[in-house]
Nanobody, 115 residues
Framework: QVQLVESGGGLVQAGGSLRLSCAASGIAFWMYAMGWYRQAPGKQRELVATISTGGDTNYANSVKGRFTISRDNAKNTVYLEMNSLKPEDTAVYYC?????????WGQGTQVTVSS
């Protein structure tokens, strides 16, 4: 059974930092590209950052320079380091694993940034 479990969300003031973690089980983690997505109330889910099996990264323009995605294949875990947080970063953050022919999603973790 595949499971992606996010953790590390919470309430933080603007300008603060959080580190999200996503622990994977039931998959050959090192073979999967991983990503973080977010969904704010009333909005569509959007890509935040991705990391390939080889460690190549990609970021949404809105988070470039503030967020860093990384992975630890020994721990089957992907991270999202979030700095200089803004109220508009408030959303539920989801972890996703990608490898043809299917993707897997975590249940999400809430991040709330107060002004």
């Amino acid at each position: 059974q595949v499971q992606l479990v996010e953790s590390g969300g919470g309430l933080v003031q603007a300008g603060g930092s959080l580190r999200l973690s996503c622990a994977a089980s039931g998959i050959a983690f090192w073979m999967y590209a991983m990503g973080w997505y977010r969904q704010a109330p009333g909005k569509q889910r959007e890509l935040v950052a991705t990391i390939s099996t080889g460690g190549d990264t990609n970021y949404a323009n809105s988070v470039k320079g503030r967020f860093t995605i990384s992975r630890d294949n020994a721990k089957n875990t992907v991270y999202l380091e979030m700095n200089s947080l803004k109220p508009e970063d408030t959303a539920v953050y989801y972890c996703k694993s990608t490898r043809w022919p299917r993707d897997y999603w975590g249940q999400g973790t809430q991040v709330t940034v107060s002004s």
